[in-house]
């Protein structure tokens, strides 16, 4: 018997003209669990979450949600069930935390129906878990980075939906806001089911929050499996093009990637530095894993 | 009622009453005074059906069918102009970029010039020539510019920006036509059309007030019904339609409602679109942070600006009245620049 899985995808290909963003990519993402996305810049990773929303026709293959293609479902119906959070959101300036964070019930509230108690409820909750309670009035404008990115997945907490696609969540936080993100997304898939799929370029968050990782390269997807494996795999190195490795800190969590940068290795012997620059190319020292410009991008 | 609490308390709760109450007096002061005096005693007479022949002739078929048809234009355009600065996000919006104006120009300028071989006048008299056919011609035309301009912004996605691009182009083009319609005319239908230009209620009677009052009806009673896709539309398409909305289609009714109040207004009191771009300004001025205030504030302003403007154009001009049009443009302008120093 088939497990029920809550969001999948079956050749899920994108072009950009005559560029193929993402190429037959399958995906199936159960109940309640974190799926991290992690890629280089430019490997797919937005086309995948928006394709994956029904936010761009897919030019082959199809995306479904129980089963349901997404392309027979409604706005709404979609939205009831999958919440998406795109990078770097925009509002209307003058609209409020609460504001914003109302919108997420249109999905459930439609065009007419008054707010009922249940949406209130939910508003208060999706306030609560991202400590928004007391910038509820506040102006969007007024909030620094990390809190108005908290009142963006605050909205997208409110519409209650079993899927939550979240687009580099952590980008722009400082690390004690990333932190809680990533605990609010663990929370959230043990506590309410909810599954999601991040997208992200720290690989040791992508490690530690997630059950499985995807990683995509050039648009097709190379590795799917748990954390543990893809440490063993050696993919990282190989698609990030850096030198490291993984190493175990704690037992009872996933391994630590940790990079080598090419000062580190300034003390080596002429040989030794010379054969790092061949592999590594002609790019200038990265300061972590991910933040970097990549060729495809 | 969780939006009153956790926003605190509103000191703008007195706002809409009170604007009301201002149109109201707006609406009193515009049927009580005139270029004609008549005391208030016979003003009242004339209300209620009494008084004297030509005070209740002055009353009720000039200044209140005027007034009136002032007060449902300026609704018109002041929501038209709401609607379209919402969808399309951009502060400097106004019915024009849909180039309802222009079309409407055109469809004016072409029609009277037309009109002379289909009607023969004979004769310089103004009388002649067809103006009776103005609000219906002229509202067919800004709603072909605006279908125009839909279909080809349609095209490309409907994106805010190229929304503004294909109106102002298609404006420009049917503005010129007109202009070279009207550079080879005779200078009686050029009166018509310059006074039908400048914005004017000079001259409206009850058959306006028939011709605007349906659409009126109609696009208040689908307002409620697009309050939340509104507010939705001012997202990005993608931030909108991930929260559940049909991006397309509600774009598209808004834009279609604006074009039609606008349009309407057009064809019978001339381009006084202005208002249409000083009136939302105004309400979310006044609104603040009650954003639901707006849309009502909106409606209520439409309607005084527009009796205010076209008192002072009256009482300004005496025989000579000033045109509405001219009226709101020079109160308008430094009300903008005072609303927009806000802007970055």
Known sequence: MRKQMSLSCSRLSVAYGPRMALSDLDLSIEPGEVRALIGPNGSGKSTALQALAGLIQPTRGHAAIDGTPLRSMSRREIARRLAFLPQQPTAPDEMTVEQLVRQGRFAHVGLFRAYRQDDEEAIRWALQSTNLTDFAGRSLRELSGGERQRAWISAALAQEAQILLLDEPTSYLDIGYQIEVLDLIHRLSREKKVSIVVAIHDINQAMSVSDHISLLDRGSLVFDGEPAELARSGLIEQVFRVKGRFVQITPQAPPHFDVELARWNSALPNDARSSITQNSGNRPPADTTAERTSKQG | MTAARLSGPSVSAWTLPFFALLAIGALALAVFIG??????????????????????????????????????????????GLLLQAITRNPLADPSIMGVSQGATLAVAAFLLFAVYIHDPGSNTLAVLPTEWLPAVGMLGGLIAGGVIYALAFRRNLGPLRITICGIAVGAVLHA??????????????????????????????????????????????????????ELLRFDAPIARSFGLSYRLQFSLALALSCCLAASAVGVVGPIVFVGLIV?????????????????????????????????????????????????????????????RKVP
């Open chain 2, 177 to 230: 036509l007109a202009i070279g319609l009207i550079a080879g005319w005779g200078s009686e239908r050029i009166e018509i059309l310059l006074q039908w230009l400048s914005g004017s209620l000079y001259a409206r009677s009850w058959e306006h007030v028939v011709f605007l009052l349906p659409f009126t009806v109609a696009g208040l009673a689908v307002l409620p019904l697009l309050r939340r896709p509104l």
């Open chain 2, 35 to 80: 270029v004609v005096d008549i005391p208030p005693s016979q003003v009242v007479a004339a209300l209620t059906g009494h008084g004297p022949a030509t005070a209740r002739s002055i009353i009720m078929d000039i200044r209140l069918p005027r007034v009136v048809t002032g007060i449902l234009a300026g609704i018109h355009f002041a929501v038209a």
């Open chain 2, 280 to 340: 939302p300004h105004l309400a979310r001025f006044f609104a603040g942070r009650r954003s639901s205030a707006v849309l009502p504030l909106t409606i209520v302003l439409g309607a005084l600006v527009v009796t205010l403007c076209d008192l002072v154009g009256r009482l300004a001009g005496q025989a000579e009245e000033i045109p509405i049009g001219v009226v709101t443009a020079i109160c308008g302008v430094p009300v903008l620049i005072a609303l927009l």
